[in-house]
C-alpha cells in the first residue's frame, strides 16, 4: 500500500472570509483553496494527490517530502503548517486513467476457443487482477 505524507501549508484567505488556501511546497503547483479549514485540508490532499498520480502514471520520480516542518519557511505571518496524507493506491483506483499495454502467451487452443466467443482479453485480465489483488 503506497501512502505518502507531505507538510501542507495553510492561510487564511484575505478576500473570502472563513477560506484557506493550501500550499504543498513539496510538489511543485501544488495549491488550492478551501471554504473552510476542513476543505482546505481535503483540497490539498485531493491536489496532492492528483499531482503524484500523474507523476506515477508517467513514471517520473516523486519529490521527497520535508518531514521536519521546523525547515518549512511560511510564505505569510498568518499560516502554520500540517502534515497531509494521501492514500495513493485508494486515488489511483478511483481516478487513474493511464492504460498500459502487457504482451502475454496463452495457449492456442485457449486463444481460439476465447476469440469464437468474442472474449474481451483486456477486461477478462483486469477482472483477474483485480480479484487476484483483492481490489474494488
Same mark, same amino acid.
Given at each position: 500500500?503506497?501512502?505518502?505524507?507531505?507538510?501542507?501549508?495553510?492561510?487564511?484567505?484575505?478576500?473570502?472570509? @472563513?477560506?484557506? /488556501?493550501? &500550499? &504543498?511546497?513539496?510538489?511543485? $503547483?501544488?495549491? /488550492?483553496? @478551501?471554504?473552510?479549514?476542513?476543505?482546505?485540508?481535503?483540497? *490539498?490532499?485531493?491536489?496532492?494527490? !492528483?499531482?503524484?498520480? +500523474?507523476? !506515477?502514471?508517467?513514471?517520473?520520480?516523486?519529490?521527497?517530502?520535508?518531514?521536519?516542518?521546523?525547515?518549512?519557511?511560511?510564505?505569510?505571518? +498568518? $499560516?502554520? &503548517? =500540517? !502534515?497531509?496524507?494521501?492514500?495513493?493506491?485508494?486515488?489511483?483506483?478511483?481516478? @487513474?486513467?493511464?492504460?498500459?499495454?502487457? %504482451?502475454? /502467451?496463452?495457449?492456442?487452443? !485457449? %486463444? /481460439?476457443? *476465447?476469440?469464437?466467443?468474442?472474449? =474481451?482479453?483486456? =477486461? &477478462?485480465?483486469?477482472? *483477474?487482477?483485480?480479484?487476484?489483488? =483483492?481490489? @474494488?
Amino acid at each position: 500500500m503506497l501512502k505518502l505524507v507531505y507538510p501542507a501549508c495553510f492561510y487564511p484567505c484575505e478576500e473570502l472570509k @472563513g477560506h484557506y /488556501t493550501a &500550499v &504543498v511546497p513539496d510538489i511543485p $503547483g501544488c495549491v /488550492t483553496q @478551501g471554504k473552510d479549514l476542513a476543505d482546505a485540508i481535503d483540497m *490539498a490532499v485531493d491536489a496532492a494527490s !492528483l499531482l503524484i498520480l +500523474d507523476m !506515477l502514471e508517467e513514471g517520473e520520480e516523486i519529490p521527497k517530502p520535508t518531514l521536519d516542518t521546523d525547515k518549512i519557511k511560511l510564505e505569510y505571518p +498568518d $499560516g502554520f &503548517v =500540517n !502534515l497531509i496524507m494521501l492514500n495513493m493506491d485508494e486515488y489511483a483506483e478511483k481516478y @487513474g486513467q493511464k492504460a498500459v499495454r502487457k %504482451n502475454l /502467451t496463452i495457449p492456442s487452443w !485457449l %486463444n /481460439t476457443a *476465447a476469440e469464437k466467443a468474442n472474449v =474481451n482479453f483486456s =477486461n &477478462v485480465l483486469q477482472s *483477474a487482477l483485480m480479484k487476484e489483488l =483483492n481490489i @474494488g
